[in-house]
């Protein structure tokens, strides 16, 4: 029996040992594919933390590690979400993006490290962007827009969150190697971004996507600049000259390095030139405007109105657009011209012509515009364009497999200039223009980051519902949980 009974405390102990071990090897292949393999989910009820394809597609794409140092005290109203951000940059990025938090007023000795590091004054609000010995410093300014608070003793209030917008376009901009130039053409009364204050905001949008941006006269060149990456055409008031159009037509042509060029048209002018070049690549202006008629009730009764800022959609197929999706553009702010892609010249030269931005139902080509609205204003089928295209591409050289990239020539043409004031450019606007840009620059997997808008939620109650709360909350659930209590402790006691 004595013999048995060491045999069997033997075995169990044995078994308990075994048992102790299996439950340790789960426990740590639990933690390790808890740590290491693991999904997160944005449940925040804006989803100001779900980054965008284009930011993933820049994390994903590094070359080397990034370290990202969120120098923000505790008071910034933005510094947990720009730490939340962050973090989701460094999940994505698959261990590329370190982050490191530092309060300057509760890590004193590792902020002043860093201010002397980096040069930073202790009351900055910034996150400091360090890649392979260049860094790069965003702002809270231009991570948030905030909004002033009706009681001036209230803080103001968070209006649009933009940190995302803003990081990935410093990622951009210091991992690429050097800038990528753009040439604004001038000397024909074009409108510059560099001197016009309505155009400050595309400008500024335009240069955070790592794009350096410079006026350039035509006359004073013999070719185009060999840093050319694209040139820029914006609301030319004047033609271009023979020599001119000959120094687009071989920019735009070249073998060894094939140029782009974004046009944007100024509707009133007359650029015969320009408008023929344009032509010869597949894309013919028309000599109309977009337009339709609508009802407009008056005290003598209906009458019916002419519409010349339009709406349209953007037309899907192209790297430019495939993310604009069932979104409005808006062309306001001026009139507009009308574009027909020529299928049988781009054809014939090889070129791939691509609508962009086609007007909504309703609206037309008028080519009598210019007869005044004393004689009438309605659509002739046989003069008129019916469903009006107002922005296209061009390209020569492209290839039809989409996995493959080389370099082709490319021109986008945009059939008014208008709507890219401050005032009238909308967000999904300014991603087409954003878009458009990177397409031209062969960046197409950089794409435009709307900015993520500040929802605030106000629930109103009245006092009787504040009372019926109070109730529930203090007396009601602490009630209920001591008189079941109360029973559990009485069915023990028998």
């Given at each position: 029996m004595a013999n048995n009974n060491s045999i069997s405390r033997g075995r169990?102990?044995?078994?308990?040992?075994?048992?102790?071990?299996?439950?340790?090897l789960l426990f740590a292949i639990a933690n390790y594919l808890g740590f290491n393999h693991y999904k997160r989910w944005d449940f925040s009820r804006d989803q100001k933390y779900t980054l965008s394809a284009q930011t993933k597609r820049v994390l994903a794409n590094l070359k080397k590690p990034v370290h990202l140092v969120v120098f923000f005290s505790g008071g910034s109203p933005i510094a947990r979400d720009a730490v939340n951000l962050l973090n989701e940059y460094a999940y994505a990025s698959k261990k590329m993006v370190n982050v490191e938090v530092v309060d300057p007023f509760l890590a004193m000795s590792r902020a002043r490290e860093i201010a002397t590091q980096y040069k930073l004054r202790e009351n900055d609000n910034v996150v400091i962007i360090d890649y392979?010995?260049?860094?790069?410093?965003?702002?809270?300014?231009?991570?948030?827009?905030?909004?002033p608070s009706l009681n001036l003793l209230d803080k103001p209030r968070l209006k649009i969150f933009k940190g995302e917008q803003a990081l990935t376009s410093a990622l951009i901009e210091i991992t690429e190697p050097g800038s990528n130039q753009i040439y604004s053409i001038s000397g024909h009364g074009?409108?510059?971004?560099?001197?016009?204050?309505?155009l400050s905001g595309l400008k500024a949008f335009i240069e955070r996507q790592n794009i350096k941006l410079d006026p350039l006269k035509l006359t004073d060149v013999e070719t185009i600049p060999a840093d050319a990456k694209a040139l820029l055409i914006i609301a030319p008031k004047y033609d271009f000259s023979e020599v001119e159009v000959q120094a687009l037509r071989a920019y735009w042509a070249k073998r060894e390095k094939p140029g782009r060029i974004f046009v944007f048209l100024e509707p009133g002018t007359t650029t015969p030139n320009l408008c023929a070049l344009l032509g010869e690549l597949g894309i013919v202006v028309n000599d109309d405007r977009v337009l339709r008629t609508m009802p407009i009730r008056l005290a003598t009764g209906v009458v019916r109105g002419i519409l010349k800022e339009i709406t349209g959609d953007f037309v899907p197929g192209?790297?430019?657009?495939?993310?604009?999706?069932?979104?409005?553009?808006?062309l306001v702010g001026g009139s507009t011209q009308s574009l027909t892609l020529d299928a049988e010249r781009g054809k014939a030269a090889a070129i791939?012509?691509?609508?962009?931005?086609?007007?909504?139902?309703?609206?037309?080509?008028?080519?009598?515009?210019?007869?005044?609205?004393?004689?009438g204003v309605y659509f002739d089928p046989k003069e008129d364009h019916i469903d009006p295209i107002v922005a296209a591409s061009a390209e020569k050289g492209a290839v039809s497999d989409d996995r493959l990239r080389v370099d082709s020539s490319r021109v986008i043409v945009v059939g008014s200039s208008a709507f890219l004031s401050n005032e009238t450019i909308t967000e999904a606007d300014m991603d087409f223009v954003l878009n458009s840009l990177n397409w031209l620059l062969n960046r197409e997997e950089i794409l435009g980051i709307a900015p993520k808008a500040a929802h605030n939620l106000s629930l109103d109650l009245s006092e009787s519902q504040l009372h019926l709360i109070a109730l529930l909350v203090m007396v009601a659930i602490p009630g209920g949980a001591a008189a079941l209590g109360f029973v559990v402790w009485l069915k023990r006691r028998r």
């Open positions: 169990i102990g044995l078994n308990v040992l075994v048992q102790s071990a299996l439950f340790l392979d010995g260049r860094t790069k410093f965003v702002s809270a300014a231009e991570m948030a827009e905030f909004e074009e409108t510059a971004l560099d001197a016009d204050p309505a192209s790297p430019i657009t495939k993310r604009l999706g069932n979104v409005t553009a808006r791939r012509l691509q609508p962009l931005i086609q007007a909504s139902k309703g609206f037309w080509g008028e080519t009598r515009y210019a007869e005044g609205v004393e004689k």
